[in-house]
C-alpha cells in the first residue's frame, strides 16, 4: 500500500511513511478515511495525541500500524443546545484555568492520558462537566458515548471507559461539555481530592482491555 500517495492531500497531513505511516489530519473526516482505509488493509492505528506517552527511544515492535495525529483537530463551537463541542487537539489553556500545572497539552490528553495527582485530579473535575463523547471505532465508524452530566449515562455503554484509556477504546473526535465561556475556572468546578479519588474509574481494567481488544485499535 502506498500511503503517501493515497493520503497526499493536504487535509490528510502525510508526514513520513518509513520507517511507520503518520498523519496529522485536519478534520474529523480525513480521520475517518484513515481509519476505514486501515481496516480495509487490515493495519491497526495507533492515535497519537490521546494520552500515549513514549520515551525517546520509543519504536513499534509490530508491523502493519499507521500512527494518526488528532492534535489539529482544534475547533471549538457553541452548540444551539448552549454546551460547547470541542476537538480533542484543543489546547488545555484554551479550555480551563488551573491554579496548577497540568502535565497535559491537550482535551484528548487530558481525559485519555494518565497524569501526576493534579493532571489526574485536572481531568476528573472536568471529566464531570461532559455530556457526551463522540469517537472512531477500529472501522471508522462514529459512536457516541454519554458522559456523566447527561441523564443517560447510567442506562447504557459509558464514555468513562475512555479515561485513561491512551486511546485503547477508541479515537475521541468530540467532547460536548457545559460552560458557559471560555477559559472557565476549574476550580470553582473541581472537586475535593478524596471525592476525586471515588469516582468511577475507566470501568475495570478487566473490561477496559477486553474493549482495547475487541476494538483492535493498534498494538506496541
Known amino acids: 500500500m502506498n500511503w503517501a500517495e493515497r493520503f497526499g492531500d493536504a487535509t490528510f497531513g502525510f508526514l513520513q511513511e518509513r520507517p511507520y505511516p ?98 489526574r485530579s485536572a481531568a476528573r473535575s472536568f471529566w464531570q462537566l461532559v455530556h457526551s463523547v463522540e469517537l472512531l471505532d477500529s472501522k471508522g465508524q462514529v459512536m457516541a458515548l454519554a458522559g456523566p452530566a447527561s441523564p443517560q449515562y447510567l442506562l447504557g455503554a459509558s464514555a468513562a471507559m475512555l479515561l485513561e484509556s491512551r486511546g485503547k477504546s477508541g479515537i475521541v473526535i468530540g467532547v460536548e461539555f457545559a460552560a458557559d465561556e471560555l477559559p472557565f475556572e476549574l476550580g470553582r468546578k473541581s472537586l475535593l481530592s478524596g471525592q476525586s479519588e471515588q469516582l468511577p474509574y475507566a470501568v475495570s481494567r478487566q473490561v477496559s482491555n477486553r474493549q482495547a481488544d475487541t476494538l483492535s485499535l493498534f498494538d506496541w
Open 22 to 119: 503518520v498523519a496529522s489530519p485536519a478534520s474529523v473526516e480525513a480521520v475517518q478515511q484513515i481509519v476505514q482505509a486501515c481496516a480495509d488493509e487490515n493495519w491497526r492505528v495507533l492515535p497519537l495525541g490521546q494520552g500515549s506517552s513514549f520515551p525517546p527511544n520509543f519504536a513499534l515492535r509490530s508491523e502493519r500500524v499507521f500512527a494518526v495525529i488528532t492534535s489539529r483537530l482544534r475547533d471549538v463551537e457553541r452548540l444551539p443546545n448552549g454546551r460547547m463541542l470541542c476537538g480533542p487537539g484543543v489546547p488545555v489553556q484554551k479550555l480551563i484555568v488551573t491554579e496548577q500545572l497540568v502535565e497535559r497539552k491537550t482535551i484528548g490528553g487530558l481525559l485519555c492520558g494518565v497524569g501526576d495527582a493534579v493532571t
